[in-house]
């Protein structure tokens, strides 16, 4: 949930892709919750990312329409080249208005940067076929000790000029506000959080982990300053490696709420 950077988020598919196997868990955790009798002819997966999760869906229903939805030309690059029966798209998934009512709405880890959760969660709902679900893993990430870190060092430093108006991911609403506003259209609403304890492994693992994803407003906001750029980073790497140490055997634990949810209109 941020307000629209002055200049759009610059996404890179290589550090992204760096956890994919940890990034990955929760998505097919979601998959894996699908209901057993959806047998879809439309279905979007909304801020797709480099494509994986939607050529998977294509693979898990091979007689859908599967459509992929993202912002960003640098990870839709790799979509494109990884699977062409899906259809890619750029866009908004603000401004998303398909044409046909869809069968499946998927999205992991994408509307957490989408702005407005009040307006977009019903929104979502009213493009849904009849029995069509909506399917969400979205990160529980403000409140967590990296997220404080990576904002509190933003104000500490010759940097904090640049990156004071740059908005970053806003905490979600509660589970139970998700629940009504989905509870007038939908039915089989089931919401649930999980904390991953994603064991990740290199230099400044927490630090690097963050670069792919929480830190990429602040990335493209620096990007043109690559003296703060660098004093942020290190200051911010030092944080982390306080905060998460490594451990004897190369491993730094990180701690990793995230909110669930399904949803079926009726
Ligand atoms: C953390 S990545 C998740 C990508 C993919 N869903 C996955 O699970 O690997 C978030 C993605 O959402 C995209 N995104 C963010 N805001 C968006 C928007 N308003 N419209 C479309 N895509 C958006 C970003 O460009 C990025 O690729």
Redesign the pocket.
């Known amino acids: 949930m941020t307000a629209a950077p002055s200049a759009p988020v610059r996404?890179d598919p290589d550090t992204?892709g760096r956890f994919e196997a940890e990034?990955d868990r929760a998505?097919l955790d979601l998959l894996v919750r699908l209901p057993d009798d959806l047998d879809p002819r439309a279905i979007w997966d909304?801020?797709?990312?480099?494509g994986?999760?939607a050529s998977l869906l294509k693979r898990r229903y091979p007689r859908a329409e599967v459509h992929g939805?993202?912002?960003?030309a640098d990870?839709l690059a790799g979509a494109g080249a990884r699977d062409d029966t899906v259809r890619w798209h750029q866009?908004?998934?603000?401004a998303w208005a398909p044409e046909r009512p869809v069968d499946l709405i998927f999205a992991?880890?994408?509307l957490q940067?989408?702005d407005d959760h009040e307006g977009l969660f019903p929104r979502l709902a009213d493009q849904l076929a009849p029995r069509g679900v909506l399917a969400v893993q979205m990160p529980m990430a403000f409140e967590t000790r990296h997220h404080t870190l990576m904002r509190d060092v933003a104000t500490e430093g010759p940097w904090a000029g640049v990156l004071r108006d740059v908005p970053t991911i806003a905490p979600l609403l509660s589970a139970e506000t998700y629940y009504d506003r989905l509870a007038g259209t939908c039915a089989d609403i089931d919401l649930w959080s999980t904390t991953y304890l994603h064991a990740l492994t290199g230099e400044a693992a927490v630090l690097q982990w963050m670069s792919g994803?929480a830190l990429r407003p602040y990335l493209t906001a620096l990007a043109g300053s690559p003296e703060l750029r660098r004093g942020y980073l290190d200051a911010l790497g030092e944080a982390l490696s306080r905060a998460f140490p490594k451990r004897p055997d190369g491993v730094t634990l990180l701690p990793f709420p995230r909110l669930f949810l399904l949803a079926r209109a009726r």
């Not at 909304?46 to 480099?50: K, M, R, T």
């Not at 866009?91 to 603000?94: K, N, P, Q, R, S």
């Open positions: 996404w992204y990034r998505a909304l801020g797709c990312g480099d994986h999760h939805l993202e912002q960003s990870m866009g908004d998934i603000a992991n880890a994408a940067w989408v994803t």
